[in-house]
């Protein structure tokens, strides 16, 4: 009976900031084009999304302000910490995500970045668009009901 790989640390950074600043209007996961001791780095929980930004460069989709820390066990061949990646997605998604970005107001944010079963680095983007102050404070308000809620149930 063959071992299926599972792995002993979960890996879920998510970006705060992304649902404060924008209300999401459709979600996508994405590969990441990596080098060996950024997977590493990931695999530590390094990572920071809070700058972080996706963009097209033709019909390619990358992520540009990534921050994965240097690796602390590799040698001189260590990666750039915010070098831009490529994301891996289908023709499809990618020509969706196209075409809906082109529309005035919409990004695309990074909200999560994960280590799946396998063993490899996926990436939850999000097409976003951006909230105005009032919307930012119902989403604190709701936010801090709710932790009222859990307080009164314990």
Do not use: W
Not at 3 to 10: A, E, P, Q
Not at 95 to 123: C, H, T, W
């Amino acid at each position: 009976m063959a071992k299926k790989n599972t792995f002993d640390k979960i890996i879920n950074i998510k970006n705060k900031k992304a649902s404060y600043e924008f209300e999401f209007i459709d979600t996508f996961k994405a590969g990441l084009v990596l080098r060996g001791s950024e997977i590493k780095s990931i695999r530590e929980g390094k990572v920071s999304l809070t700058e972080a930004y996706c963009y097209f460069k033709g019909e390619e989709l990358f992520i540009k302000q990534m921050h994965i820390a240097p690796y602390t066990l590799a040698t001189h061949y260590n990666h750039d910490p915010v070098r831009e990646r490529k994301l891996l997605l289908q023709k499809q998604e990618l020509r969706k995500l196209q075409n809906k970005f082109s529309e005035k107001g919409l990004s695309i944010v990074p909200v999560r970045i994960y280590i799946n079963d396998r063993g490899l680095a996926k990436m939850e983007i999000a097409l976003a668009k951006g909230k105005k102050i009032h919307d930012k404070r119902q989403s604190i308000k709701e936010k801090d009901a709710k932790r009222d809620l859990q307080r009164m149930a314990f």
